[in-house]
């Protein structure tokens, strides 16, 4: 079915990432006219050789400004899939795509709310809100509009990676945060993918807005009884953290000038567990077409990666 939506033409910067794969299948399966920005202009047009894509040096407007006007054209929206510590970089591409009369931005606000002052007060979080602020700045003062995906833990990836959960058991045990029974909201990463496809058909809804998704509300101790009853022979090893504590000791580092990512990292639980702002009070699924799933599917998922 042809997309009738204003929104046709899209441009997507930073498609090589975790998100990159499914958006792109789903702006596809919506008959968007999708174009690629990439630092990496090999390995991009390898990955996605269907699509037009362009290199791009995110550290110069000028040469944004250059390739948008010059090489992409008339763009009706821009995804922006840059790392979100990245600041200066999706500013200078905003900055770019204002020059060029995009009209409509996502940014990379992939994860929590950074709308509050418990998130804004921890320094790992810095350059994602001084991104976010330049976006809704930007976005009052008219310069284009914005919608705002926000969809908690990457529930799939975190699984693959052993964030929340060493599935496979074993060495290295995972960290246990503040007892384990915190719940909060995770993703599956095709859910994303659609979340956004949709914001744009459905783009008056959205405009200018943060919006939340989940796939589920999990919780640490959920996910490892369901390895237990799965894998019931083998030791799934973990280590309790207390996240005030963790909290503590990276401030303690911070101020004396360490500001290195194991540092910063020690700051990442609180925000999810001791601040419990992982849990969205609010989700807007059924508009983005997001379905939440069942206890029994979440424990299928965790039997994918054991």
Not at 188 to 196: N, P, R, S, T
Not at 211 to 220: E, H, K, L, P
Request: hydrophobic content about 40%.
């Amino acid at each position: 079915m042809a997309n009738e939506n204003k929104i046709q033409k899209v441009l997507v910067a930073g498609p090589n990432g975790n998100l990159g794969p499914t958006i792109l299948k789903h702006l596809k399966e919506r008959n968007f006219e999708v174009t690629l920005l990439t630092r990496n202009l090999e390995k991009t047009q390898q990955s996605f050789p269907d699509l037009r894509a362009f290199a791009a040096d995110y550290d110069s407007v000028e040469q944004l400004q250059k390739v948008l006007k010059d090489d992409v054209g008339k763009q009706d929206a821009l995804i922006v899939l840059i790392e979100r510590n990245e600041d200066q970089a999706q500013i200078n591409l905003m900055d770019a795509a204002i020059a060029a009369g995009i009209p409509h931005i996502i940014p990379s606000c992939f994860g929590i709310t950074s709308r509050t002052p418990e998130f804004r007060r921890l320094p790992i979080w810095n350059s994602k809100c001084r991104m976010e602020d330049y976006v809704v700045e930007k976005s009052e003062a008219g310069a284009f509009t914005f919608t705002g995906i926000q969809n908690g833990s990457f529930l799939d990836w975190a699984l693959e990676k052993g964030v929340f959960l060493n599935p496979k058991g074993g060495d290295p045990p995972f960290m246990v945060f503040d007892g384990g029974d915190v719940p909060f909201s995770a993703t599956l990463m095709d859910d994303i993918g659609k979340a956004v496809a949709v914001s744009l058909l459905k783009v008056d809804k959205f405009r200018n807005k943060f919006v939340n998704i989940q796939s589920a509300v999990i919780t640490q101790n959920q996910l490892a009884r369901y390895a237990k009853e799965l894998a019931p022979d083998r030791e799934f090893k973990s280590i309790p953290l207390d996240t005030a504590v963790l909290e503590k000791a990276a401030f303690e580092r911070y101020n004396a000038g360490d500001t290195g990512p194991d540092v910063m990292y020690m700051f990442m639980p609180r925000v999810t567990f001791g601040n419990k702002l992982g849990l969205f009070d609010h989700v807007d699924n059924e508009e983005l077409e997001v379905e939440q799933m069942t206890e029994a599917q979440v424990k299928e998922l965790v039997g994918r990666y054991i």
